[in-house]
């Protein structure tokens, strides 16, 4: 759609959120909320993309640049009302003549669907302006939509400015218009700030253009949840939960099942496999693949990781890692980032496992960590063991090869190789390396000293 371009405003301090941190980059559902209208926008198709920005400008580039590219940035040093932060973008689009698009980047329910269908409506009725409209019981909060007798719009008066008999209307304009863009700035420049708040509103654009005779268009949304703004940290959490539920809908109808939607909380951008079950109190973060026939939870964490098929994840956290197919993870598991875990491997109760590699067909029973290693295929390792990987400087390598049995609680001294079919005595601190087929054995001689408890107690009566 070249003939489309948007503005996202984002400039706004957020206030009621109480938070040093900026109100567009506020997780919504995992995902930074004014991705959710740049992706609405790029699903459309829309080439030029504007986003308003004002304070922690720097910030929002930095975090957004790691989703979105293609962005152009526009600057509010004032916040001096909507108007004037549309009228920020407008030295971007000089050149530009067709339908602008404005979005708010604090609501990011809005489906592509409803967007297409006022673009839709713009068009068909060769609008100067159409805008986004709800019916809502409780309206307050909102400007409403003023109408003449005939039923056509004929302003916006914001809620700060309403008279007793506007504050019955129940139809609320959403904040989201499409304008043809010239008569857009045109109107912009005629707009003032006599108003309650002495600023500088969009929505007096609707009543310039409509008493210069242009034509003015409405579309009403069915689904009112679209329309949530979020404000404060209760919107935000109502927000994530309608978000999360709407995830959890569509990997249902995909063949996913998920035990208790209400309890489940799975990211944008989440891919998973027929036939795999979620348990509650999963959380199941963006960037995720999980294959199919997998079990995962109760209580299981998986972040921005690929899951094999037919792999059971119960009770534990894994991050930034691979898992392969027909393993067993947990229960309370931990797998550190850059951790790759091959097919049919058993990692169990209270095992910690950092940037290493096993091989398909080892088991890491229970209490143990392994921090940069390599392990072979069919590698066994006791309870309590530990690789001790940091000497106080750097981190060092363990490599254990095919086919090696770690007896319980061995120390492993990095930088140390445990060879193929070797075995390690259990109690055995490896400083050196174990030679292909050997047994390492590093621990004291046992010595029992007879009648030692007899000889005790004797000494205490004294």
Known sequence: MESIASIILAAGQGKRMKSSFPKALHPVAGSPMLSYSLELTKSLGIGKRIVVIGQH?????KEISDIENEIIYAYQEKQLGTA????????????????ILVLYTDVP???????????????EHRASCTLLTANLEQPEGYGRIIR???????????????????????????????????????????????????EYYLTDVIKILLDKGYVATTVTVQDREEIMGINTRMDLSRVSCILYQRNAYEHMSNGVTIIDKNNT?????????????????????AGTEIGECCHIGPYSHIINSSIGRETRICSSNVEKSKIGNNTMIGPYAHIRPESIIGDD?????????????IDKGS???????????????????????????????????????????IGSNNALVAPVTIDRNSYTAAGSTIT???????????????????????????????
């Open 57 to 61: 400008a720097e910030k929002i580039k």
């Open 363 to 405: 088991k890491v029973g229970h209490l143990t960590y392994l921090g940069d290693a390599t392990l072979g295929k069919k590698v066994n390792i006791g309870a309590g063991t530990i690789t001790c990987n940091f000497d106080g400087k750097k981190k060092n390598p363990t490599t254990i090869k095919d086919g090696v049995f």
């Open 84 to 99: 004037h932060a549309v009228q920020q973008a407008e030295k971007y689009l000089v050149d530009f003549s067709g339908i």
């Open 148 to 198: 003449n007798q005939e039923g056509k719009i004929s302003g916006i008066v914001e809620q700060r400015d309403l008279t007793k008999e506007q504050g019955l209307i129940k139809e609320i304009n959403a904040g989201i218009y499409c304008f043809n863009s010239k008569e857009l700035f045109a109107a912009l420049k005629m707009v003032n700030k006599n108003n309650y708040q002495k």
């Open 432 to 462: 050196e390396n174990v030679p292909a087929g050997s047994l390492g054995i590093a621990r004291s001689r046992q010595k029992n000293i007879i009648d030692w408890t007899e000889k005790k107690n004797k000494r205490e009566t004294k």
């Open 345 to 357: 491997v058993r990692i169990g109760n209270y095992v910690e496992v950092k940037k290493t590699f």
């Open 265 to 285: 909380y799975i990211d944008n951008h989440v891919k998973i496999g027929q036939d795999t079950v979620i348990y509650p109190y999963s959380i199941i973060t």
């Open 109 to 123: 329910l809005l489906k592509a669907s409803t967007i297409q269908k006022l673009i839709n409506c713009h068009k």
